[in-house]
């Protein structure tokens, strides 16, 4: 008997042990499911949410660029893409889906094989396969779309450029994000595929306003990464349209007048700085850079000797010519080493020491005053000017009008010019300044040289007698700038005007051929022809040289003469001299920018 109740006392013992084990688990595992249930509930709420939702970025519309009137110069066109999403595709998941696909749409042997021999990852960024879809391709992809998980039909846009090489280096053109052009502080809207971005131009320096805000897609996604269904959205926000001071028609005009030549042409408002055309030919085709360029066409462009890469407007620069003398002649009267009616005789030559400086004129001016050196363009005079007073004042009045400095006009590339002195020289050179650099100088050669913006600026400020600056854009609401004068009295303005005048209407004016002859539209102007290599002799025709060593042609004016309102300066590469070349091109241009004032906004630009 005791022997039984030791047995039961064990079992009971163990009984209680072995249940105590089991109410210990119990408790253990109620409380870890009353943790997770009450306690965690959120975060694996999420963690289960981001297995069915997938989150995408949403690109903006890329606001348009609009000339002063809102003509289109810069648009958005649609663009069916095809992209696939590696981060929830397995490799032989991935790798059948680019084997359907094939099938389906060829991608080009090039893709295909990059395809085949990709890894993927969780960390896989998006990948357009190809762009310009037709709709019946859409439709076949969306046809087959749960038979090809990971991929996704995105309605992009591509930008267009109505009016082509005419504006291409002012508008520049949008291309994909650079490795260069990212950083760790970048939106994540810069590491969308094909995201693209302003590269130069009015693209480039209106980049933030044009951007926009990325939206977001909530996508509810199945097992395979398949989108099923669309569960939230986030709008994005389209750029801002942007208006230029451009006048689209304007700018059409000009550039159709030196279509054939390596050439621009700048046109300006007098008073506001509004720029109303920046002309630079021959020019590129911004649509195909902005779909991504093709090799032989960027070798082309590249090995054009007119240079259809560069923004000549801003960039090029170049011996100003006669065109210089006006500063050289403001300079001295202002300085008082000459007036109005002092003179100088011109017998075709000046010397220096038994150095001998040529005037263009075979056989010399005669006598000449400050009005007919001007408008006729002896050299000699200039020379004379210049050797009395010295480099140092004639240099200080370029840079009061304009020369020699950038003028922030905001797009990439504008060069400074340049205009030298003895500081200058000894610094570049090691060199100190003679006085055959003085002579020289004082007809736009030796080392003086200058963008066509710049010379544009220096004859609007004669034209109106302010320190005026070039501006391409006036944010809404801005007020109309004003400018200090130009410091120099009146009445030497008004008889380097005057001289101008007589460039253009006068019968021995440089540029008389080549006058506006409506009186109420007459111009005032002058000529320039700069020297690209010192083997042209005396007597020779320019038609006769190859084209790289012809001169270049030059012409600053402004128009109308009795009330200056535009300013304007063309430049014509090698194109002989800038009576014949330059001149007519000035003339056309000033004359439709005030037909076209007269006419208003009601005659839209041809695109």
């Known amino acids: 008997m005791p022997k039984e109740i030791e047995k039961q006392r064990i079992f009971t013992r163990r009984a209680v042990i072995f249940g105590g084990v089991q109410l210990a688990a119990f408790s253990a595992l109620a409380g870890r499911l009353a943790y997770l249930q009450f306690f965690k509930a959120d975060e694996y709420a999420t963690l289960s949410e981001n297995n069915r939702i997938k989150l995408m970025l949403v690109a903006p519309e890329r606001g348009q660029i609009l000339d002063r009137f809102g003509v289109p110069m810069a648009v958005n066109e649609n663009n069916y893409r095809l992209f696939m999403d590696y981060s929830s595709l397995a490799q032989p998941v991935f790798r059948a889906t680019v084997e359907k696909l094939q099938a389906l749409l060829p991608l080009g042997d090039k893709k295909y094989k990059s395809l085949v021999g990709t890894r993927v990852s969780t960390a896989s960024m998006p ?25 996704y039909i995105d309605s992009g846009q591509i930008r267009h450029y109505p009016f082509v090489d005419k504006a291409a280096h002012l508008l520049g053109y949008v291309s994909a994000v650079s490795e260069d052009e990212l950083s760790d502080n970048d939106q994540p809207l810069m590491r969308l595929p094909d995201f693209k971005i302003g590269k130069n131009g009015v693209e480039k320096m209106l980049e933030d306003r044009l951007r926009g805000t990325a939206g977001i897609r909530q996508l509810e996604v199945n097992v395979h990464g398949v989108p099923v269904r669309e569960v939230g959205k986030k709008d994005s926000v389209a750029g801002e349209n942007v208006r230029l001071t451009i006048d689209s028609r304007l700018q059409d005009y000009a550039a159709g007048l030196v279509a054939d030549q390596s050439a621009s042409v700048v046109v300006m408002e007098v008073d506001t700085g509004n720029v109303l055309a920046l002309v630079s030919m021959p020019g590129f085709d911004p649509d195909i850079f902005s779909k991504g360029i093709a090799s032989d066409y960027w070798k082309d462009l590249s090995n054009d ?12 620069q170049y011996p100003p010519g006669s065109t210089f003398k006006l500063m050289v002649g403001l300079a001295g009267l202002a300085a008082g080493v000459i007036t109005p009616a002092s003179t100088v005789f011109c017998p075709g030559q000046f010397f220096l020491g038994d150095h001998e400086f040529k005037c263009w004129k075979p056989g010399g001016h005669g006598t000449v005053h400050f009005h007919e050196a001007i408008e006729e363009s002896c050299d000699v005079f200039f020379y004379t000017v210049a050797e009395r007073m010295g ?15 950038t003028h922030n006009l905001g797009i990439t590339g504008e060069k400074p010019g340049i205009i030298p002195d003895p500081e200058w020289k000894m610094k570049q050179y090691k060199e100190r300044w003679a006085g055959g650099d003085t002579i020289n100088c004082a007809i736009g050669q030796g080392y003086v040289l200058a963008t066509p913006l710049q010379l544009a600026v220096m004859t609007a400020r004669i034209a109106g007698g302010t320190a005026v600056e070039p501006r ?55 000529t320039g022809t700069s020297q690209v290599r010192h083997l042209i002799r005396e007597g020779m025709n320019q038609n006769t040289l190859p084209w790289e060593d012809r001169h270049h042609a030059l012409f600053v004016g402004f128009a109308p003469v009795d009330n200056p309102k535009y300013a304007c300066a063309v430049v014509v590469e090698h194109g002989g001299g800038g009576a014949s070349a330059a001149a007519p091109v000035a003339r056309d241009v000033l004359l439709k920018a005030q037909q076209l004032a007269e006419e208003g906004a009601s005659a839209p630009a041809a695109v």
């Open 127 to 151: 990948e357009m396969l190809k762009e310009h879809l037709t709709w019946e391709e859409v439709s076949l992809i969306e046809l087959h779309m749960l038979e090809l998980p990971g991929v």
């Open 305 to 316: 000797k007119k240079s259809p890469l560069l923004n000549k407007a801003i960039t090029g």
């Open 391 to 405: 480099i140092d004042a004639y240099a200080k009045m370029a840079r009061k009008f304009g020369l020699g400095e």
């Open 472 to 526: 391409l854009f006036v944010p809404a609401g801005e007020e109309k700038p004003e400018f200090e004068t130009v410091h120099v009295k009146g009445e030497l303005m008004d008889t380097v005007r005057e001289a101008m005048s007589a460039v253009c209407n006068e019968d021995h004016g440089t540029a008389y051929a080549h006058r506006i002859s409506e009186p109420r539209f007459a111009m005032a102007g002058k």
